[in-house]
């Protein structure tokens, strides 16, 4: 494999949109890179993953103000992702919200991530000198928490392990609305690395069954209207399956990481190669995979040197 590792060699600019997925409730999207979501409550907003830098922060924020003036009171971050999270400190929000395991793992791993992440991505760690560090919540809940902007109710909730062991999910009632973050993509790979591959298609169902009229999900478009919704919820399944199946038959023969990597192509390729991200994610997902499937629950902390080491192997 001669080409640049992961998205190193991306350096394309994406455009962006800016669509409402129900009243008072937006999606910013960008051809695959990290989404980002919007309600307006009666006097504020909450903004739902703040972007990898301050300064990419900026345009969800300007994307806002062309529809309110209001002030942005809530941040929720869905996981502790650096892409996700670094760009916090733009919004001026005084409610920071994460799960308990999330905050967890900012503090178990969030440095690692960081660096990793920096060397994977670097287009999307533009201006990265104006972040201020790591990115700490000032609110955190265990199962599900609400919060009222006025009377606009917003429940944030973990419906299981998914992308990570501490997704959130943000559910809209008054527009049956859902922000997934991670858990859902559309026509984009998932990045499974740090994923709970088993339990995934739990999650989903878990989201199935709200029946939303409309998902912003983690990457791609926004999802409006109950076809467009099963559909992107169940190519989401089949992506993780397809990743999983041939990894696990690869590791139950006792074969190696190399192996799993071209099992996991001979399935996947076909299906989705055409995704967003997808020859950046595909390596991460069979280690993990792999990982998951010898019975390593807890995903490996990813670290630049761990990058290389996976990356080489690979190649080998």
């Known amino acids: ?30 051809e695959g890179d990290p989404n980002s979501g919007v309600i307006i409550g009666d006097d504020s907003v909450m903004v739902i993953e703040a972007q990898a830098t301050p300064r990419l922060a ?3 924020i300007a994307e806002i103000r062309k529809v309110t003036d209001k002030p942005i009171s809530h941040l929720v971050l869905t996981h502790y992702h650096a892409v996700r999270v670094l760009g916090a400190s733009a919004y001026g929000a005084e409610q920071i919200i ?25 287009r999307l760690f533009e201006g990265h000198e104006s972040i201020p560090g790591l990115t700490w919540p000032t609110t955190t809940f265990s199962d599900r928490m609400t919060v009222y902007l006025g009377q606009r109710r917003v429940d944030i909730m973990h419906l299981g392990r998914a992308h990570t062991a501490g997704d959130a999910v943000i559910w809209v009632p008054d527009e049956e609305v859902m922000f997934t973050g991670d858990i859902v993509e559309f026509h984009s790979a998932c990045y499974c690395g740090d994923g709970h591959l088993t339990e995934w298609g739990e999650t ?45 038959r690869v590791a139950a023969r006792g074969g190696s990481l190399k192996d799993a990597w071209e099992a996991v192509r001979a399935e996947c390729d076909p299906k989705f190669a055409d995704y967003a991200i997808y020859e950046h994610c595909l390596p991460f997902n069979v280690a993990r995979a792999y990982d998951e499937a010898r019975g390593i629950e807890t995903p490996r902390i990813w670290t630049a040197a761990r990058d290389k080491e996976m990356w080489a192997a690979l190649q080998g």
């Open 58 to 60: 900026e345009t969800v």
């Open 1 to 30: 494999m001669s080409k640049a590792f992961a998205s190193a060699g991306d350096l394309s600019e994406k455009q962006t949109s800016f669509v409402e997925v129900g009243a008072g409730l937006w999606a910013f999207t960008a």
């Open 204 to 248: 989903l169902d878990q989201i199935a069954a709200y029946e939303p009229r409309a998902i912003a999900p983690g990457r791609g478009d926004a999802l409006i209207g109950e076809e467009m919704v099963s559909a992107a919820i169940e190519s989401t399944r089949d992506f993780v399956e397809s990743t999983y199946r041939p990894a696990a």
């Open 98 to 122: 994460m799960s308990d395991t999330a905050r967890a793992m900012v503090a178990e791993r969030g440095q690692e991530d960081w660096d990793s992440e920096f060397d994977r991505f670097p």
